[in-house]
């Protein structure tokens, strides 16, 4: 494959960030994508969404007539559209799935957990939000009795611990879980929900694969990352820059290098126009 020789690359969170409130793309977004691509910059969304609904936001963003690159799943799942080609495409081992299913279920007062698969989501305690984004990324949604019922490979799961969970609820969650450390991260997402992903993936290391996989030169190509949450930490440290929205976790400033406008004032779009496209 061609070695990629632009001078910038864009990898980009989807919820919060380059997708309005309502879950839409502004035609502003897909505009200046498409510019980027006729100038032969790769802009990658990475996202925790499920595989299915990873690529299908990609198409909304054309990214499959343009040959770019999306990651799903937090970086378990990177396609390449251009060449019809995994990247990357790893599932949590069955045997850490199980043990999870066994440390949680019917403790629904202490933890509630999601496991999702490529186009389908498992749930043992069925409640609004996670039928909400099930619905949100048009995947089938299952509520399970016993772990048979979880019939498809496991992508990444989410475990939510109680409302009133204190300090020391989360020092025990995570002395609990301790043993499955070596097959396994645990990623904070919101102040309750903690993502379950095969060992190293994050957002993080999908940037790192889709630049070795495109041979970037570091040198020579500076790599932009836009993102509002948890979970986009190891994103911004693995990019040179790190854009944060304007609606973004107060800590994230902190480890950004820019503030944006927020996502529903086009503030991945904003940027790009000022500082990449008219920057070149």
């Excluded at 300090?167 to 025990?172: C, G, L, Q, S, Y």
């Excluded at 929900?193 to 993936?201: F, L, M, P, R, T």
Aim: hydrophobic share 35%.
């Amino acid at each position: 494959m061609k070695q990629y020789d632009n001078k910038a690359i864009i990898f980009s969170d989807l919820d919060g960030t380059a997708l309005h409130t309502n879950h839409k793309f502004s035609a502003r977004l897909k505009k200046v994508v498409k510019q980027l691509y006729r100038k032969g910059i790769y802009f990658c969304p990475i996202t925790a969404r499920s595989t299915a609904d990873a690529i299908a936001q990609a198409k909304k963003l054309k990214l499959d007539r343009f040959g770019g690159i999306v990651a799903g799943n937090n970086g378990s799942q990177i396609y390449d559209f251009k060449n019809n080609v995994w990247v990357n495409n790893v599932y949590i081992p069955n045997s850490v799935v199980a043990q999870v299913f066994e440390k949680t279920f019917m403790k629904i007062g202490q933890y509630k957990c999601h496991f999702f698969a490529d186009d389908e989501t498992f749930v043992y305690g069925p409640g609004d939000n996670s039928r909400y984004w099930s619905d949100v990324m048009h995947v089938k949604y299952n509520v399970v009795a016993s772990l048979d019922m979880i019939t498809k490979p496991i992508t990444h799961l989410t475990i939510i611990l109680s409302k009133s969970a204190t300090p020391a609820d989360i020092k025990n969650f995570y002395k609990e879980f301790n043993d499955l450390n070596e097959n396994i991260d645990i990623i904070q997402y919101t102040k309750r929900v903690y993502e379950v992903c095969v060992k190293g993936i994050n957002k993080g290391f999908a940037v790192e694969k889709i630049c070795e996989y495109l041979g970037i030169d570091k040198t020579k190509t500076k790599s932009y990352a836009f993102g509002d949450s948890h979970n986009d930490f190891e994103l911004f440290s693995s990019s040179d820059y790190g854009i944060a929205m304007g609606n973004a976790l107060p800590e994230l400033y902190e480890e950004a290098d820019f503030i944006t406008n927020t996502n529903d004032e086009d503030g991945v779009a904003n940027y790009i126009e000022k500082k990449i496209l008219k920057g070149e």
